[in-house]
């Protein structure tokens, strides 16, 4: 059975770009993540001696093979899609609560007298901040050490664990994303959306209850990153 949701008219000509262009936002993401993943999986089973020993061949070799920069590049560039993922999502949580398209003023019954999703939604612009700063390239940086024979490092781990934080930094400001749809859909009517989505948001209300009043969101958000990590399609 389709969504009755779906089926309604459309009374504008076209959706902002958060909405109307998700295949083409998040498919780049998706094929950075998919390259980034090749890479490690090559790096991963690659040789780094140095130096590499050639016994059948009497050969001492000194090398690079040790050297970052394959791995360093890749996460950088994870970094910029992850976050990419994560402003375009906030986008989408501020038009939820712009009142706008038949939904009321930050997602709450009423909104002059309740804050109602205001503050998840700066949450979210807060964390996608952190993220533009994060994804400053460690890739470009290097300082010589070792009396400058190591003149050209990779600054890699840098990279990885500015990575890790965008990454965590993601998963939040989804499950605010999540908290926020659920919410809207209230307003629609959960029973008319697709039987998946009925299914799915039942799961989700068991963890994180619908906002009728002002209460403190934080507790819910975390509940929500919860419920993202530990659901299974």
Known sequence: MLSQLIK????????????????????????????????????????????????????????????????????????????????????????LISGTRNLPEFLVANPGLNSGFMIPQYTAASIVSQNKQ????????????????????????????????????LERILAIELFNAAQALEFRGVDKTSPYLQEFVGKYRKVVPYIGLDTEMYRHIASSVEFLKNYKV
């Open 8 to 95: 309604q008219p459309k009374k504008h000509v076209q959706d902002p770009y958060s909405f109307r262009c998700v295949p083409q936002v998040h498919g780049a993401s998706k094929d950075a993540i998919n390259y980034v993943a090749s890479v490690v999986t090559t790096e991963i089973n690659s040789v780094t001696d140095n130096p590499t020993i050639f016994p059948d061949d009497d050969l001492v070799i000194s090398g690079g093979n040790f050297h970052g920069q394959p791995l360093a590049i890749s996460f950088d560039f994870l970094s910029i899609a992850l976050a990419e993922l994560g402003s375009i999502s906030e986008r989408r949580v501020y038009r």
């Open 134 to 169: 994060l994804c400053t390239p460690s890739s470009i940086d290097s300082i010589p050490s070792s009396n400058e024979q190591e003149d050209h490092v990779s600054m890699g781990a840098n990279g990885a664990t500015k990575l890790l934080k965008i990454a965590d930094n």
